[in-house]
């Protein structure tokens, strides 16, 4: 089981800040991209940031200034430091690694079960 697993999601103030977790574990060979999604309720998932194999990273608009993606490729791991929390920022967030598992020929995404983050005074 190749599964990453997010952990960091929880109910903050406007204005405050949160630090979301997503490690990959199990047979893997390689990773290359991860990224951070977003679905809040009645709209469709939307890319937040995502980073490059050689940490080259990219952010919505809506949370440019505001949010960081960075990875530790040690730990297999990519971390959201999300910070100055608007109420429009509340929804399930999803981790997605690209990897090659053990015994596979290609790259494969590879999706979390998703951590709710909830900005709300």
């Known amino acids: 089981q190749v599964q990453p697993v997010e952990s960091g999601g929880g109910l903050v103030q406007p204005g405050g800040s949160l630090r979301l977790s997503c490690a990959a574990s199990?047979?893997?060979?390689?990773?290359?991209?991860m990224g951070w999604y977003r679905q809040a309720p009645g709209k469709e998932r939307e890319l937040v940031a995502g980073i490059s194999g050689d940490g080259v990273t990219n952010y919505a608009d809506s949370v440019k200034g505001r949010f960081t993606i960075s990875r530790d490729n040690a730990k297999n791991t990519v971390y959201l430091q999300m910070n100055s929390l608007k109420p429009e920022d509340t929804a399930v967030y999803y981790c997605?690694?690209?990897?090659?598992?053990?015994?596979?020929?290609?790259?494969?995404?590879?999706w979390g079960q998703g951590t709710q983050v909830t900005v709300s005074s």
């Open positions: 199990g047979s893997i060979r390689s990773i290359t991209s």
């Open positions: 997605r690694a690209r990897m090659k598992r053990l015994l596979s020929p290609t790259f494969d995404d590879y």
